[in-house]
């Protein structure tokens, strides 16, 4: 059974560039979640989504970022203007609320904004 | 804000001897969830271990066991026949009662000497 996936797996762009990452969830999970991880702060949960409707988006650090969810099988977290202090990794993880409340870890993307 | 205490930054232990990681934990609720997650070099989070907080028996995987204290709101995490493949970086985590948020604790780093 495949685990989470995320796309891509490094990403290093320029101060000002769109960046745009993707996850796919298990198959059948109905949870999904956008966490960052820097050395300052740890492990931040951005934002999450239950049967793809956002549910708490209160981490999001400011309007750059945005995250969409249009189908069961994929998400997006976009971040326009990026800047240096986006640099991170970002993880997406999912779970099949209600019956299970283990998060499943994707690889990360890792970014780096110059 | 509800929180996730890792007391010890770094530990370290020799191969093939036992170690134990500490975490404790904030909560005004009766039933939650608890978890150990383990981050290697590749940055990867696997689950190691979890607890339901209603459950008194204290859960164990293999060379993996928990000690936990819920008066104390204790958490602990005990390795058994240290390997080096166990040298990561470890979580505690919480669910967040009331929603589906994983709260983490900042990690302890754990080295394995040979």
Sequence with gaps: ?114 | AQTVTQSQPEMSVQEAETVTLSCTYDTSESDYYLFWYKQPPSRQMILVIRQEAYKQQNATENRFSVNFQKAAKSFSLKISDSQLGDAAMYFCARVQGGSEKLVFGKGTKLTVNP
Excluded at chain 1, 14 to 19: A, H, R, T
Excluded at chain 1, 59 to 81: H, Y
């Design chain 1, 1 to 114: 059974d495949a685990g989470v996936i995320q796309s891509p797996r490094h990403e290093v762009t320029e101060m000002g560039q769109e960046v745009t990452l993707r996850c796919k969830p298990i198959s059948g999970h109905n949870s999904l979640f956008w966490y960052r991880q820097t050395m300052m702060r740890g492990l931040e949960l951005l934002i999450y989504f239950n049967n793809n409707v956002p549910i708490d988006d209160s981490g999001m650090p400011e309007d750059r970022f945005s995250a969409k969810m249009p189908n069961a099988s994929f998400s997006t977290l976009k971040i326009q203007p990026s800047e240096p202090r986006d640099s991170a990794v970002y993880f997406c993880a999912s779970t099949l609320w209600g019956i299970q409340e283990t998060q499943y870890f994707g690889p990360g993307t890792r970014l780096l904004v110059l």
